[in-house]
């Protein structure tokens, strides 16, 4: 196993007290405008290519970001590659010291799937793109953390992503079926996990702060009920911060038990259906900080 799923951290639960304290409380993610990203203005190291895709909803379109490393000239060369979700919000994470420090590893195809917008976040589209339909209907519903927004709709945004957005990429350029990377971040973390549970096209899985307290748990339930195939070698990397949101409230503590606990128990499901799964716990950072720290740790670090 690479260096980076070797990476782990060890805590100590602060009592256990904290153990009935939820993670459920998350901080809004700044709303402002982004800037030109790296695709706009130009790198010296990887190649862009802007697509967008229509969906079933007129208001919604999706914008996709393809990356290939300048240094990708070899057509018969299958290359690893990391699709990203919030692809808006990636793409400005991205500069050309993170590029330039990829082209010292066997350097990924960048795919970042976002929307139509100039802001970081889609909050109603990635509502119901990333999130699993209610168990007992199989339809999407309206999202019981947000109510004015819908949820539920992972299935057809799967199907967006490997009937449209995977093929167009791979016209482009060839991709190595083992190392093909699915990484999200809150809801973005429950598609990945619901398409562990799908099993097709991806074969490592990374959830960044999986929102598994959402709908009642609803994914881990799933996932405790999933039959993932163990034909072909499936690897998930969990990621999570170890303090709450509202750090310096006086209603809870600062230290995320329940989150923590959470990723526990489906590491510990994960690994009962075949799959190599990992936990990594970073210390100090909140729920939204965690989007960054995950994305570059995923990008900059050999698994691949």
Known sequence: ????YRKTFNIVLASLSLLGFSSGLYAKPEMKPLAANIAE????????????????DPQKTYRVWLGIPKTAQNEQK??????????????SHLNEDVLKSLLENDAPILVA????????????????????ADLS???PAHDPRNPERMSGGSADFRNVILSDIAPWVEQNVKLDAQKRALWGHSYGGLFVLDSLIDGR????????????????????KKTKNAKIAQDSKKHLLLMEGDLLANVGSQQS??????GINN????????????????????????????????????????WY
């Open 41 to 56: 203005v130009g790198s010296e190291y990887y190649n862009f290519k802007i697509k967008e895709f229509a969906s079933k």
């Open 137 to 139: 209907t199989g339809k």
């Open 253 to 258: 503590p600062n230290f995320d038990a329940s």
């Open 201 to 220: 096209y991806f074969s490592h899985f990374f959830a960044a702060s999986p929102s598994l307290s959402w709908a009642d748990q609803r994914i881990m």
């Open 78 to 91: 299958a290359y690893p590659s990391v699709f990203m979700l919030d692809g808006n919000s990636a793409m």
């Open 263 to 302: 990723n526990r128990e489906v590491l510990a499901i994960t690994k009962q259906h075949g799959v190599d799964a990992k936990f990594l716990i970073y210390p100090n950072l909140k729920h939204g900080e965690v989007f960054k720290a995950s994305l570059l740790d995923v990008l900059s670090n050999q």
């Open 113 to 132: 799937i976002g929307y139509k917008t100039n802001l970081p976040f889609a909050t109603a589209f990635r509502s119901l793109d990333y999130t699993p």
């Open 1 to 4: 196993m690479t260096h980076f």
